[in-house]
């Protein structure tokens, strides 16, 4: 039977009410009594069940709603919410979800791939958010299936960013220097307001950070691949 409407949000409201109260066994109670389970859609912005328990850091939790959905509803992991995020992007916003990102892909390995709104994989989220562990977790899963061309939707986003840029942008500076060691052509690529990494990182207000180290290693790199092009 369907759901009411009115039903929907007194489910909603109850779902919402356990997930921020931390009432874990409340939360898969209630995902067992509605017809989607943990991939209902809890807010205006279409988050499952999954993709609050992902973004507010509920490991465990999270875990045991992955083991609520069968085999044959994998797919509808890749549900995406209003703002293009899966659930894998949810787990790029911290460092506590790895294992949720693992279980994840084990079961929709297509999550990888798949970009949100701005273009952005979970990799990319990851870069935004300076999160270290699960970006090397994605970065790993990226560097074993990727290859070549393919590459590109993973290091660039839809408004000409690359993933080094963003991650310089958003003063996660580690990030940056593993992308830039990584793949060091897009030093020298430009953003929409042609700057390349380097002139971007100089304009970026000074901090604690390794901003003299990280420019010359940008600048050397930048003066290796003009040599090389002469």
């Not at 409201?13 to 066994?25: F, G, I, P, V, W």
């Not at 949100?116 to 958010?129: D, I, V």
């Not at 030093?187 to 207000?205: C, F, G, P, V, W």
């Amino acid at each position: 039977m369907a759901i009411t409407k009115t039903q929907d949000l007194n489910i909603n409201s109850n779902l919402y009410r356990a997930l921020m109260s931390e009432q874990d066994d409340l939360v898969i109670d209630i995902c067992r009594q509605i017809p989607k389970g943990p991939l209902h859609t809890v807010t205006i912005h279409e988050d499952t069940v999954l993709h609050m328990a992902t973004y507010h850091k509920r490991t465990n939790l999270a875990l045991k709603l992955l083991d609520m959905v069968s085999s044959c509803d994998y797919h509808k992991l890749t549900w995406q919410n209003t703002g293009g995020n899966t659930i894998l992007h949810e787990t790029g916003t911290n460092n506590r979800t790895v294992k949720v990102a693992e279980e994840v892909l084990r079961r929709a390995p297509m999550l990888l791939s798949m970009t949100n709104k701005e273009g952005e994989t979970a990799l990319f989220y990851a870069a935004r958010h300076g999160k270290s562990n699960i970006f090397k977790f994605l970065h790993g899963a990226v560097s074993r299936s990727v290859e070549g061309p393919d590459l590109k939707t993973f290091l660039h986003r839809d408004d000409k960013f690359t993933i080094l840029h963003i991650a310089i942008l958003s003063r996660n500076y580690w990030i940056a220097h593993m992308i830039a060691i990584t793949y060091p052509e897009l030093i020298r690529e430009k953003d929409a307001d042609d700057m390349t990494a380097l002139q971007l990182l100089s304009s970026t207000k000074p901090e604690f950070h390794p901003h003299g180290f990280f420019n010359h290693m940008l600048f050397r790199h930048s003066c290796i691949q003009i040599s090389i092009q002469l």
